[in-house]
């Protein structure tokens, strides 16, 4: 069974940093897309932030750009997203997302494996 482990949510007050981990239990996740998602209370979870199996490329949603980075570990098993600037929109849980295929999808739809999430509440 695949599994991917999100930690590093917590409550931080706005304009701080936080940064989120995801382990995933299998090597073979070394060359899949991963991607965080987030999903804040009465709302569908929405995109933040894709990367490809290299770590080469990179997508945002636009409500992150230039406030939060994805990347990729060493090992390429491990994503991490650096979140600064942090506003208090941006409280939601957080779920780390990976699929096989090769494009950096932003559906929902396309991720096939998921983390059980971790909540990110920023405070005004």
């Known amino acids: 069974q695949v599994q991917l482990v999100e930690s590093g949510g917590g409550l931080v007050q706005a304009g701080g940093s936080l940064r989120l981990s995801c382990a995933a239990s299998?090597?073979?996740?070394?060359?899949?897309?991963m991607a965080w998602f987030r999903q804040a209370p009465g709302k569908e979870r929405e995109f933040v932030a894709a990367?490809?199996?290299?770590?080469?490329?990179?997508d945002y949603a636009n409500a992150v750009k230039g406030r939060f980075t994805i990347s990729r570990g060493n090992a390429k098993n491990t994503v991490y997203l650096q979140m600064n600037s942090l506003k208090p929109e941006d409280t939601a849980v957080y779920y780390c997302a990976g699929h096989a295929a090769g494009t950096l999808a932003t559906s929902r739809y396309d991720y096939n494996y998921w983390g059980q999430g971790t909540q990110v509440t920023v405070s005004s």
């Open positions: 299998r090597r073979t996740f070394v060359n899949y897309v």
């Open positions: 990367i490809s199996g290299s770590g080469g490329i990179t």
